[in-house]
């Protein structure tokens, strides 16, 4: 796979809080291929498709720029590491007390 040049007009993400928090419901707003990191599936299987809704497990960081959000996507049993701009916010406050 051809790998991707950083745009320099990218802001540096972790300047700000994470745009996500763990627990919130998200939804992809991009397919996800397998890119060779994902154990027990072939290089260039679909991992996610857009649409797909899962849970925001944990938060982490890479490169020293992007928080990447460890998404549950717990219909297809598999977790998925995602960016920001990949998710959009389903619902908020799906874990708290009724």
Do not use: H, W
Request: charged share 35%; glycine share 10%; aromatic share 10%.
């Amino acid at each position: 796979m051809r790998e991707r040049a950083r745009d320099p007009n990218e802001p540096i993400e972790l300047e700000d809080r994470p745009a996500f928090e763990e627990g919130q419901k998200v939804r992809a707003l991009r397919d996800v291929r397998n890119d060779g990191t994902y154990p027990g599936r072939s290089m260039g299987d679909f991992l996610i498709r857009t649409g797909d809704i899962g849970y925001v497990k944990s938060i982490g960081t890479y490169l020293q720029m992007y928080y990447i959000y460890g998404v549950d996507f717990y219909e297809k049993r598999i977790i998925v590491g995602m960016r920001a701009k990949e998710l959009e916010l389903v619902d908020a406050r799906c874990n708290d007390p009724q």
